[in-house]
């Protein structure tokens, strides 16, 4: 820093020395060709930005600036960019070894530049463009040459804008390539920062549109493919670069949303120009499909294109469509074919995602703007119906078949989906928005189409023949099984796509689209029994490996898309309970028939699975009383009763359990309390309960002599077994009505009392504590009014004395992550007991308390894995929030007498100890564990004014805003910044007088790493402001630059004296 101090100093004597009027013309050579030499210097421009912030000195200043202007020239064009974009990187947003004040003047400076550097860039562009353009002969007429037509003249304001962009495109050296590749970073990375303004000309948006053309310049690329040699391809590949540099600043500017009102027009005159390069690419002709055009860009440039058009859609549309010159139907046409050619699935997935974003708006649209709603569909329809009837055709392989096949149906994503999968979805969300805005138009699409596919299903029948080793497909030519193939998995297809469109039948629209859903429904009904009757999940093929999933596949969709309109049959239900129609029987008599034959061991998982489901809907949102005395349903409670029936697997086993305690429990909709035959009821489901549970409540251990006692993993798979399928039916009780608790719990209470006696027995069994306690915590969640304050007493105090200090130890440090589980399973039902309104279990609170602090925190105070924790710091939290008179007697005479409105202190120390825990875990790195805890601290003081209270005032408000201040200081949780700061501001506003004059400074004066005149003007810069904005931005300002002058300090050589 001293030599550029010095060499300004001198540069200022030598100015003021040439510019004075004693000075001879001798000396003024002498000192001009010093000067000149000193600027031929390379590394001049460093010291030269130097002295342009820190000189006050016109001559300087001119000076500086000739030598900035010294690499404008030719020869130092391209390291005059880099200069200009590493400043932009460096200085627009600079790191931390700058103050806020020097941040701020940078930015100011900065701007006041930007009109001269995009100035300068512009005229670089034009020059290089129209350097070229002359010497470019005007070529032969090319296919894709003269392409103004009527869209054309609809998209560009003028027939002489379309001319511009009509030119041919130049051919570059590999210089002036060079040179625009930098300028174009250099304004994409400007226009990442800089505000849109009139400093953004429309000169320089038609330049970079000019080089947005590159990329869709398939004749460049294609002549450099032909010359052969390799130079020419790189030029061919630097071409298409410069396409995708110039889209990256066209979408730098699409990506800011707030657009000030005189730059809307430019906006308008860019998607204008953007649209022109879109019809380019889409323009089909004899020499050249779309999707053949397509291929042959650079794949960043499709990208880029890609990422344009949904910023058009998402930010955009509802500035510009009002503007009569924008043609959006023209639009959409346009991107309708860009869609459809992508040459990859990525690229398709995103097109998919810009129609979902176009829909979305549509939708909202028409909502705030109901009166206008035919209109505005009526502008759209066409479009919309041409996007649905295209999006069904990709997913059929009947139409789309060669790309279908490129999709991967094995590997899953993060999403836990396959490619095959993910690409089905997307298309059936747009398929599914479309229904919602014309739902007439949509079904008379798909229904159509899916009959098709049906017809093929339902005709397998009379190709099935007998023989030796049972039913056999006599389909064996090979085109008869690919077609067969195809066909059926066109069919699954269909189904989800019928399916997912269930919710546009009900509610309001149900009487009016009753027709249409129920043809649908009955189709369903109809391919459900069809199914299970000749199943086809168990018949020969000629192509197992092929057609047998298929079948599968196609039964076990049928099922789900049934599903997907239990809600549908609901609403049906409680019409036909007001008709008494034999037609709704009908259906769900049945939908059981079709049921009932998949609920078996034999059937495969995945259709075992889909009947279950199904079994599950209908018992639990459609309800029909006569469900019980169906025989189907009568058949499926006997097998799963019956103890000498094989079991299915776990999953299947608790969903059919679910559905049979269901069809029991749940009211009947449309049904006084006195007709719900509640004593039947009843009884009936105690003796479910007592069928499932048979094996269980025989391990109660007065009932186990030692001579008969049952190998231990026998003894875990029956707990396993039942306690799943227990749990499960609580779970799904615990949101109904008071009678269906109460019987629930009649029927579980003896299995409820084994757990409890069983539970001593495995405490060092952690897989099975695991397990009990999910099903305890379920029960206190669900039942624990059901299950009496005299018993729930009992099961907490049992938990109490099993969890010693050393069983905690035990199951935390030595059992890994299921014992872990087994803690913080304890502690959520913890969670629930202090979070009881009333007395009944105030009594546990200080034992609760005390097993928190002096017995699970100390073992995992220190432990770096969060692992406990979160679950801890919640139960203290809920104990603070809901128990808060415990520590805080409010009398009525403190809160009429104002004066006197301190409450009385109880408990302090177990206060003060939570506290302090809370305080440790700012300290910690967990990032969640951090934001958790601050959320909690922040509720109690919006609603118990934690941060008032005396106690936390006089003793803990300054020490948790020095930790929070030590956290911002140390970035060690950076993303929590903006909460950090909040918090900071709310505590210290409890006290500002305190904060201002007592506890800043003294915070300042315990910093290391500062001097004092550092400190000092630390301590000025921090405004005594009172409002959130300011207050938080002295915080991030005094960490900023606390951090700053720690950076100078530390990089100062040894030794050295500070003034």
């Keep these: 820093m001293a030599s550029e101090e010095a060499s300004l100093r001198a540069l200022e004597n030598l100015m003021t020395e040439f510019f004075h009027d004693c000075t001879t013309n001798e000396r003024k050579r002498e000192i001009e060709e010093l000067l000149n030499n000193f600027a031929q210097q390379i590394g001049a421009w460093r010291f030269c930005l130097y002295f342009l912030s820190s000189t006050r000195n016109d001559y300087v200043m001119m000076y500086s600036l000739t030598v900035f202007e010294l690499i404008q020239s030719p020869v130092t064009t391209p390291l005059g960019l880099i200069m200009l974009k590493t400043t932009s990187e460096e200085l627009a947003c600079p790191r931390e070894d700058l103050s806020v004040a020097r941040k701020e003047e940078l930015r100011k400076l900065l701007l006041d530049q930007v009109q001269t550097v995009l100035g300068l860039l512009t005229g670089i562009l034009e020059t290089v463009w129209d350097k070229h353009s002359v010497t470019a002969a005007t070529p032969p007429p090319s296919p894709t040459s003269g392409e103004s037509g009527d869209l054309l003249s609809n998209l560009l304001q003028s027939p002489s804008s379309a001319k511009l962009l009509n030119q041919p495109i130049p051919i570059l050296d590999a210089e002036s390539e060079y040179i625009c590749s930098l300028a174009l970073e250099c304004l994409a990375h400007l226009f990442s920062w800089i505000p849109l303004s009139a400093s953004i000309t429309p000169s320089l948006l038609t330049t970079i549109f000019h080089f947005a053309r590159f990329g869709c310049d398939i004749r460049a690329r294609k002549m450099a493919s032909v010359n052969g040699s390799s130079q020419n391809c790189v030029l061919g590949q630097e071409r298409g670069r410069l396409g995708v540099l110039a889209m990256s600043c066209i979408n730098e500017l699409m990506s800011k949303n707030c657009v000030p009102m005189e730059f809307e027009e430019y906006l308008l005159r860019m998607f204008q120009q953007t649209f022109y390069l879109l019809q380019k690419i889409t323009k089909d002709n004899n020499a050249h499909t779309v999707k053949s055009r397509l291929e042959e860009l650079d794949e960043s440039y499709i990208e880029k294109f890609t990422d344009f058009l949904r910023l058009f859609v998402s930010v955009h549309l509802r500035r510009i469509e009002s503007y009569s010159q924008f043609p959006v139907v023209e639009f959409l046409t346009l991107l309708f074919k860009y869609t459809f050619h992508q040459p990859t699935h990525e690229g398709y997935f995103s097109c998919l995602d810009i129609w979902t974003l176009f829909l979305?708006?549509?939708?909202?649209?028409?909502?705030?703007?109901?009166?206008?709603?035919?209109?505005?569909?009526?502008?759209?329809?066409?479009?919309?119906?041409?996007?649905?009837?295209?999006?069904?055709?990709?997913?059929?392989?009947?139409?789309?078949?060669?790309?279908?096949?490129?999709?991967?149906?094995?590997?899953?994503?993060?999403?836990?989906?396959?490619?095959?999968?993910?690409?089905?979805?997307?298309?059936?969300?747009?398929?599914?928005?479309?229904?919602?805005?014309?739902?007439?138009?949509?079904?008379?699409?798909?229904?159509?189409?899916?009959?098709?596919?049906?017809?093929?299903?339902?005709?397998?029948?009379?190709?099935?023949?007998?023989?030796?080793?049972?039913?056999?497909?006599?389909?064996?030519?090979?085109?008869?099984?690919?077609?067969?193939?195809?066909?059926?998995?066109?069919?699954?297809?269909l189904l989800q796509a019928v399916g997912r469109l269930a919710e546009y039948f009900i509610g309001d629209v149900f009487a009016a689209r009753f027709s249409d859903a129920l043809t649908v429904v009955e189709r369903l009904v109809k391919v459900t029994l069809y199914g299970s009757q000749i199943k086809l999940y168990n018949i020969e093929t000629a192509v197992p490996s092929v057609l047998k999933p298929d079948l599968i596949d196609v039964h076990a969709q049928s099922l789900a898309a049934l599903q997907a309109y239990s809600h549908w049959l609901a609403q049906y239900c409680s019409e036909a309970h007001r008709q008494n129609t034999q037609q709704f029987i009908s259906l769900i008599s049945t939908t059981m028939d079709a049921v009932t034959p998949l609920i078996t061991t034999k059937v495969q998982d995945k259709l075992l699975l889909s009947a279950c489901h199904l079994l599950v809907s209908l018992a639990t949102t459609v309800r029909p009383v006569f469900l019980i005395s169906i025989p189907?349903?009568?058949?499926?409670?006997?097998?799963?009763?019956?103890?000498?029936?094989?079991?299915?697997?776990?999953?299947?086993?608790?969903?059919?359990?679910?559905?049979?305690?269901?069809?029991?429990?749940?009211?009947?909709?449309?049904?006084?309390?006195?007709?719900?035959?509640?004593?039947?009821?009843?009884?009936?489901?105690?003796?479910?309960?007592?069928?499932?549970?048979?094996?269980?409540?025989?391990?109660k251990p007065s009932a186990v002599t030692p001579q008969r006692k049952m190998p231990l993993d026998d003894t875990k798979v029956i707990i396993h077994q039942t306690l799943s399928v227990l749990e499960d039916i609580v779970e799904n009780i615990s949101g109904e009505s008071t009678k269906s608790r109460q019987i629930c719990y009649q029927s579980l209470q003896e299995s409820v009392q084994v757990s409890l006696a069983?539970?001593?027995?495995?405490?060092?069994?952690?897989?099975?504590?695991?397990?009990?306690?999910?099903?305890?915590?379920?029960?206190?969640?669900?039942?624990?009014?059901?299950?009496?304050?005299?018993?729930?007493?009992?099961?907490?105090?049992?938990?109490?004395?099993?969890?010693?200090?050393?069983?905690?130890?035990?199951?935390?440090?030595?059992?890994?992550?299921?014992?872990?589980?087994?803690?913080?399973?304890?502690?959520?039902?913890?969670?629930?007991?202090?979070?009881?309104?009333?007395?009944?279990?105030?009594?546990?609170?200080?034992?609760?308390?005390?097993?928190?602090?002096?017995?699970?925190?100390?073992?995992?105070?220190?432990?770096?894995?969060?692992?406990?924790?979160?679950?801890?710091?919640?139960?203290?939290?809920?104990?603070?929030?809901?128990?808060?008179?415990?520590?805080?007697?409010?009398?009525?005479?403190?809160?009429?007498?104002?004066?006197?409105?301190?409450?009385?202190?109880?408990?302090?120390?177990?206060?003060?100890?939570?506290?302090?825990?809370?305080?440790?875990?700012?300290?910690?790195?967990?990032?969640?564990?951090?934001?958790?805890?601050?959320?909690?601290?922040?509720?109690?003081?919006?609603?118990?004014?934690?941060?008032?209270?005396?106690?936390?005032?006089?003793?803990?408000?300054?020490?948790?805003?020095?930790?929070?201040?030590?956290?911002?200081?140390?970035?060690?949780?950076?993303?929590?910044?903006?909460?950090?700061?909040?918090?900071?501001?709310?505590?210290?506003?409890?006290?500002?007088?305190?904060?201002?004059?007592?506890?800043?400074?003294?915070?300042?004066?315990?910093?290391?790493?500062?001097?004092?005149?550092?400190?000092?003007?630390?301590?000025?810069?921090?405004?005594?402001?009172?409002?959130?904005?300011?207050?938080?931005?002295?915080?991030?300002?005094?960490?900023?630059?606390?951090?700053?002058?720690?950076?100078?300090?530390?990089?100062?050589?040894?030794?050295?004296?500070?003034?």
Aim: net charge negative.
């Design 360 to 493: 979305d708006y549509l939708t909202s649209k028409i909502k705030s703007r109901l009166g206008d709603k035919e209109a505005v569909l009526n502008r759209y329809e066409d479009a919309l119906v041409l996007l649905l009837t295209e999006v069904l055709n990709r997913i059929q392989f009947r139409y789309n078949q060669a790309q279908l096949e490129e999709l991967d149906d094995e590997t899953l994503d993060d999403d836990q989906q396959t490619e095959w999968q993910r690409y089905l979805r997307q298309s059936l969300e747009v398929v599914a928005k479309v229904m919602e805005l014309l739902p007439t138009h949509a079904f008379s699409t798909l229904f159509p189409v899916l009959q098709d596919n049906l017809e093929v299903y339902l005709g397998l029948q009379q190709f099935i023949v007998t023989s030796g080793s049972g039913p056999r497909l006599n389909i064996t030519a090979e085109n008869d099984c690919r077609r067969l193939h195809c066909s059926l998995r066109d069919l699954s297809s």
């Design 632 to 699: 189907a349903v009568q058949k499926v409670f006997n097998r799963i009763t019956d103890a000498s029936s094989q079991r299915l697997v776990d999953k299947a086993q608790v969903l059919v359990c679910r559905a049979l305690s269901n069809i029991l429990l749940l009211p009947w909709p449309n049904l006084p309390e006195n007709e719900q035959q509640w004593p039947v009821r009843s009884m009936n489901h105690a003796s479910l309960i007592s069928a499932l549970s048979r094996d269980y409540r025989n391990l």
């Design 758 to 1059: 069983l539970f001593p027995a495995f405490i060092h069994q952690s897989d099975v504590t695991d397990e009990m306690l999910s099903f305890f915590l379920t029960l206190f969640r669900g039942l624990r009014v059901q299950m009496g304050v005299p018993f729930t007493e009992q099961i907490i105090q049992t938990f109490l004395n099993m969890f010693t200090r050393e069983q905690l130890a035990e199951s935390i440090l030595h059992e890994g992550s299921t014992g872990c589980r087994v803690v913080e399973k304890f502690l959520k039902i913890l969670q629930v007991v202090v979070q009881e309104p009333g007395q009944v279990f105030k009594p546990f609170l200080p034992s609760i308390i005390a097993l928190c602090m002096e017995q699970v925190y100390p073992i995992i105070a220190e432990r770096p894995s969060p692992d406990v924790k979160a679950e801890l710091f919640e139960l203290l939290f809920r104990t603070l929030h809901h128990n808060w008179r415990y520590f805080f007697k409010s009398t009525v005479l403190a809160s009429v007498q104002r004066g006197m409105a301190e409450e009385q202190m109880e408990n302090q120390p177990q206060f003060s100890a939570i506290m302090q825990a809370f305080g440790q875990s700012f300290l910690q790195p967990d990032i969640h564990l951090f934001k958790q805890n601050l959320f909690y601290l922040e509720t109690l003081n919006t609603k118990q004014k934690l941060y008032h209270k005396k106690i936390f005032r006089s003793a803990m408000l300054f020490q948790f805003v020095n930790v929070l201040l030590q956290v911002l200081v140390h970035r060690s949780h950076d993303l929590l910044q903006e909460d950090i700061g909040i918090a900071v501001y709310n505590m210290a506003s409890v006290d500002f007088d305190g904060f201002f004059t007592g506890f800043l400074p003294e915070f300042l004066s315990s910093c290391d790493g500062v001097d004092a005149n550092q400190k000092n003007v630390l301590g000025r810069n921090f405004k005594m402001d009172r409002d959130l904005p300011s207050f938080t931005q002295s915080v991030h300002r005094l960490v900023n630059d606390l951090r700053y002058y720690r950076l100078c300090n530390d990089s100062l050589p040894p030794g050295t004296v500070k003034l």
